[in-house]
Nanobody, 123 residues
Framework: QVQLVESGGGQVHAGGSLRISCAAS????????MAWYRQAPGKQRELVAD???????RYADSVKGRFTISRDNAKNTVYMQMNSLKPEDTGVYYCSAEVVAGSNRDGHSVDYWGQGTQVTVSS
């Protein structure tokens, strides 16, 4: 069993910063891609950023230049530094991890999701 636990969400004023984290634990051999998604009330969940195990990253256009995703492979943890926050960044942020279980080392992976952490940006 694999668990993803997120932390670091909260409420900030526009222009402020937050750093959110997600730590994966359990029966993990390795993790390929890790990612952050967000979902505003009544809106579709969208990819915010993801990062490969090699370190390659991509970002949604709406957050480029403001958000930075990073990871610590030794800790099975992904981070996202969010600067210059805007009200439209408000939503529940979910982390995901593409996990190869310790009992399955043939490269087959399964996606896991965290419970979500609320980010609220007030104007």
């Amino acid at each position: 069993q694999v668990q993803l636990v997120e932390s670091g969400g909260g409420q900030v004023h526009a222009g402020g910063s937050l750093r959110i984290s997600c730590a994966a634990s359990g029966n993990i051999f390795t993790i390929y891609t890790m990612a952050w998604y967000r979902q505003a009330p009544g809106k579709q969940r969208e990819l915010v950023a993801d990062i490969l195990s090699s370190g390659g990253t991509r970002y949604a256009d709406s957050v480029k230049g403001r958000f930075t995703i990073s990871r610590d492979n030794a800790k099975n943890t992904v981070y996202m530094q969010m600067n210059s926050l805007k009200p439209e960044d408000t939503g529940v942020y979910y982390c995901s991890a593409e996990v190869v279980a310790g009992s399955n080392r043939d490269g087959h992976s399964v996606d896991y999701w965290g419970q979500g952490t609320q980010v609220t940006v007030s104007s």
